[in-house]
């Protein structure tokens, strides 16, 4: 069974940093994309950032540079370095890669912002 297991996610100050890990069991075979969603009480899940195998990245408007993607291929893990947090930064960030074809989904690491 394929799992994404999440970590990372708590509760942080406004300006504080986060880094959220995820990594993939090594049957999910050859992976081609990984990347952070995360989805706010209320609203839909929207893309944070992504990185192919080549280390390609695409970020969101709203990261704005406060955050950095970056993956270790050798692992099956993908890391999101969240800088400069806001409180609309608050929200549930889940992992999503896509390997063999298929698309698949972490459960999900809480992120709170607030003081």
């Known amino acids: 069974q394929v799992q994404l297991v999440e970590s990372g996610g708590r509760r942080v100050q406004p300006g504080g940093s986060l880094r959220l890990s995820c990594t993939a069991s090594k049957n999910i075979g050859t992976i081609t994309s990984m990347g952070w969603y995360r989805q706010a009480p209320g609203k839909q899940r929207e893309l944070v950032a992504s990185i192919t195998t080549g280390r390609s990245t695409n970020y969101a408007d709203f990261v704005e540079g406060r955050f950095t993607i970056s993956r270790d291929n050798a692992k099956n893990a993908v890391y999101l370095q969240m800088n400069s947090l806001k409180p609309e930064d608050t929200a549930v960030y889940f992992c999503?890669?896509?390997?063999?074809?298929?698309?698949?989904w972490g459960q999900g690491t809480q992120v709170t912002v607030s003081s």
């Open positions: 999503r890669t896509i390997a063999a074809g298929y698309i698949h």
